[in-house]
C-alpha cells in the first residue's frame, strides 16, 4: 500500500503554496534527472499537488568494465492529488498518477540476462486513480472509517523482436508455441480495487480495546493481443479473476504492560478463462489466515513477545 503526500506536506505555516525543482546527474551511464513539484492550499479546506518527472539513462559500466545490458532507459511520471477536509473529521482525496517508461534493444529475459533469447523494445505505460474518504470522528469511539476505491490499468507492449546468440528465429504468425511469445504482443491488467475498514474503540480503567474490521475486494481484467495474428494467447492467457477478503484484528491492552493481538482474514478467489482458449477451466478457492500475538513490558526497556501465525 503506497501512500501519496498532500500538498500540505510541503507547504510551511503561514505560506498558501510551494515550488520545487530538482535535477541529478550520474556519470555512470550519462543519466539524468529533472522533476517539479507545485503545491498549493485554495482555502483551509482544500489544496492541490501536482509534479513530474523524467528519468534517464545510458547503459551502466559494471566494475569489470562490461556494460549492463537492458539498462538503459527513459522514464516519465506524474502526479495530480486534490484534499478536501469536510470538516475537522471528514477528509476525502482523489489523485491520478501515471508511470511511463520506453525501453529499446531491451532483453526479452528480463531476469538472466541470456543473449539466447535476444531482445525487444518494451513500452509500458501504468495509470492508476485512487478515491479515499476517511472519517476518523475524534468525538465517536465507535466511528474510525477508512474507505478507498481504485483503478489501474497496466500495459506492457513489446515489438521489434531481435534475435541473440544463437539465434531464435521468429516463429510463424500463426504458431501457437511457446516461442510465439517472440512476437509483437500486447499485454495488460486492468484492475478495480475497493476496501473498506472501521476501528471501534473501548476503554477502562485499566485497559483499553481496539477492534478493526474490513473488506477488500478487487476485479482485474488480465489481457493479451497480438497485432496482425489471430493464434490463441496461451503464453499469457486472457481471463477475469475476482477476489474478496473478508478481516478482523482485536488488539487489547492491560495496564499498559500486556498487550494481545488477535486477528483472521477469510479470503474468496475466482478465476475464470477467456473461453476462445482450448483446454482451459475455471478456479474457485478459499482461505483462512488466522494468527495471535502477545507482548508483555516489564519496564521501558524490556518486554517480551511472541506470535503464531498462519498465512495462506
Known amino acids: 500500500n503506497f501512500v ?4 500540505s506536506d510541503f507547504i510551511v505555516d503561514g505560506e498558501t503554496g510551494a515550488v520545487r525543482l530538482k535535477g541529478t546527474y550520474t556519470s555512470n551511464g550519462d543519466g539524468a534527472l529533472a522533476s517539479v513539484l507545485w503545491a498549493h492550499r485554495f482555502n483551509d479546506a482544500t489544496e492541490l499537488l501536482a509534479s513530474g518527472n523524467f528519468r534517464r539513462s545510458d547503459e551502466f559500466k559494471l566494475a569489470n568494465g562490461n556494460m549492463l545490458s537492458g539498462s538503459d532507459f527513459e522514464s516519465w511520471s506524474g502526479l495530480i492529488k486534490g484534499t478536501h477536509h469536510i470538516d475537522a473529521d471528514q477528509t476525502v482525496r482523489l489523485s491520478y498518477q501515471r508511470w511511463q517508461s520506453a525501453g529499446r534493444n531491451q532483453d526479452y529475459a528480463q531476469t538472466g540476462t541470456n543473449p539466447l533469447f535476444g531482445f525487444t523494445d518494451r513500452d509500458v505505460v501504468d495509470d492508476t486513480v485512487v478515491l479515499t474518504y476517511e472519517n476518523d470522528a475524534s468525538d465517536n469511539p465507535w466511528l474510525d472509517l477508512n474507505v478507498s476505491l481504485s483503478y489501474s490499468n497496466t500495459a506492457n507492449s513489446q515489438y521489434n523482436y531481435r534475435p541473440g546468440n544463437p539465434p531464435m528465429p521468429l516463429p510463424p504468425i500463426d504458431d501457437t508455441s511457446n516461442t510465439a511469445i517472440l512476437r509483437d504482443t500486447d499485454y495488460a491488467y486492468r484492475t478495480w480495487q475497493f476496501k473498506a475498514d472501521n476501528t471501534f474503540e473501548m476503554a477502562g480503567e485499566n485497559y483499553e480495546n481496539h477492534l478493526t474490521l474490513g473488506l477488500q475486494a478487487s476485479h482485474q481484467d488480465r489481457i493479451a493481443a497480438r497485432p496482425g495474428g489471430s493464434a490463441a494467447l496461451q503464453q ?21 504492560h500486556l498487550t494481545v493481538i488477535t486477528g483472521a482474514r477469510v479470503d474468496l478467489h475466482q478465476m475464470r478463462p477467456k473461453s476462445s482458449i482450448p483446454g482451459s477451466r475455471g478456479i474457485d478457492g478459499s482461505a483462512f489466515s488466522p494468527k495471535i500475538a502477545a507482548m508483555y513490558d516489564f519496564n521501558e526497556n524490556f518486554g517480551l513477545f511472541g506470535s503464531i501465525a498462519h498465512t495462506e
Do not use: R
Request: glycine share 8%; charged share 30%.
Open 236 to 256: 499469457h492467457p486472457e481471463g477475469t479473476e475476482q477476489k474478496l477478503g473478508l478481516f478482523a484484528q482485536n488488539e487489547f491492552v492491560w495496564d499498559n
Open 4 to 7: 501519496t503526500k498532500d500538498a
